[in-house]
């Protein structure tokens, strides 16, 4: 886009509309020849004050504001966002956009600010769950008993949504409080519980504080139980998946290829290790892949992209990993192969097998690569008559390592 000829002023603005603008953002919006929001945040200006040329915001937003900057690139224009425009607003577009240097952010109170005022929460001990622009089941994640939430309203019909989650969920006694309009005249308070919600939809602008009370308890760290999961059996054992995470070692911004999903347990624990964990499940069987969708989602990170169809064919067009994992398939020609070099320099593969064929192939890439060749073995306890003994599952052989900066001869 071309070269800007004023800073971009992004303003925020309340519920309350101008009255509750601070001098500084009021001075922006009048000296603005282009004033650029959403329908509703430009009605809340004066028209007698702001005489800007208003412009609202397409949809799709995103892909549109490269070129609606750059139509308007010889003007002074100011942006209105709701609340601070840095916090899930449209701040980071634009930094991402044009370069933060090319803004002048004046921020107004977020509706979460409001909220803890309002409800006498500490806001740095407040999560807060988006649900603008993103699936319902991105919630379950956050749900822990005696957690207090606050979660971004999409539209006047979340409330009834998110009610209807927590009572699937196990969390039918959470009591929801639902703030609309807040800072504004028409500011209201809704409370009920989840299960049972009372009030029909009211206002679209919301924000839904939730006290989860008692409720189905579950692990933030890798290693869920087995029953977690709908699976037909391919699934990667909870003690297994354990060590086979830690090796993996989940680290945010990073994207793992889940190769072999299965019941794609691996691919959702390293989700659900950071919010900014990324990860795509590559599954031949589409009745499988339709399961490790569903997985997902019941598991809170319904983000997981799931791929149907067979390695290595099916990784041609994917973006390039800093994370393998390789749980079926390995002695696919070309898989290993094609794996390894995708994989960006310093990524790191981890490949698991049961089979001495498969064991075998490990072997080799280990006596070439280095790395890490492991065994892990574990053993559960049953009834033997009537006394209790060890039944061993099968072993899994494993093997990991790190891909070098440099390309690396073969070892003699």
């Known amino acids: 886009m ?116 309002r409800l006498g929460w500490a806001l740095e001990a407040t999560e807060v769950i988006s649900l603008v622009g993103r699936p319902l089941d991105t919630l ?47 500011e209201r308070r809704l409370d009920g519980p989840a299960d049972g919600w009372p009030h029909p939809a009211g206002d679209p602008l919301n924000v839904i504080a939730l006290e989860l009370g008692e409720g189905p308890r579950s692990s933030l760290v890798p290693g869920l139980p087995d029953a977690a999961y709908e699976s037909d059996g ?29 019941s794609g347990s691996i691919a959702v624990e390293w989700l659900r290790a950071h919010r900014d964990c990324q990860a795509v499940s590559i599954e031949r069987d589409p009745v499988r892949a339709g399961r490790i969708a569903r997985n997902a989602a019941a598991l809170g990170v319904p983000r997981l992209r799931v791929v149907t169809g067979s390695a290595p064919a099916a990784l041609a067009e994917l973006p390039y990993p800093d994370v393998v994992f390789i749980g079926g398939g390995l002695t696919v020609p070309g898989l290993l192969d094609g794996c390894w070099a995708a994989l960006r320099p310093g990524g790191r593969l981890v490949a698991n097998t049961v089979t001495l064929e498969s064991e075998a192939l490990l072997t080799e890439w280990y006596r070439r690569h280095g790395g890490e060749l492991v065994k892990l073995a574990v053993a559960h306890a049953v009834p033997v008559g009537g006394f209790t003994g060890w039944r061993q599952a099968m072993p899994v052989t494993q093997w990991s390592a790190v891909k070098p900066d440099t390309p690396q001869e073969d070892a003699s």
């Open 2 to 117: 071309p070269e800007l000829s004023h800073p971009i002023a992004v303003v925020g603005i309340g519920a309350d509309g101008w009255a509750g603008l601070a001098a500084a953002s009021r001075a922006e919006l009048q000296a603005a020849q282009v004033v650029i929001g959403g329908p509703r945040q430009l009605e809340l200006l004066p028209r007698d004050t702001v005489t800007a040329e208003r412009v609202p915001w397409p949809s799709p937003l995103r892909p549109a504001v490269p070129g609606l900057l750059a139509a308007h690139a010889e003007r002074r224009v100011a942006v209105l966002a709701s609340g601070d425009p840095m916090f899930y607003g449209i701040g980071r577009t634009l930094a991402e956009t044009v370069g933060a240097e090319r803004l002048r952010v004046l921020p107004h109170p977020s509706s979460v600010s409001y909220a803890c005022a």
């Open 140 to 186: 379950s994640l956050a749900l822990h008993p005696g957690r207090r939430l606050l979660v971004l309203s999409a539209d006047a019909a979340t409330p009834a949504a998110v009610a209807a989650l927590l009572t699937e969920r196990g969390y039918g006694g959470a009591r929801l409080h639902v703030l609309e309009q807040l800072g504004s005249p028409a």
């Open 234 to 262: 391919q699934l990667t054992k909870r003690h297994v998946r354990a060590a086979t995470l830690a090796t993996l070692a989940p680290s945010p911004g990073e994207l793992l290829w889940d190769v072999g999903g299965g």
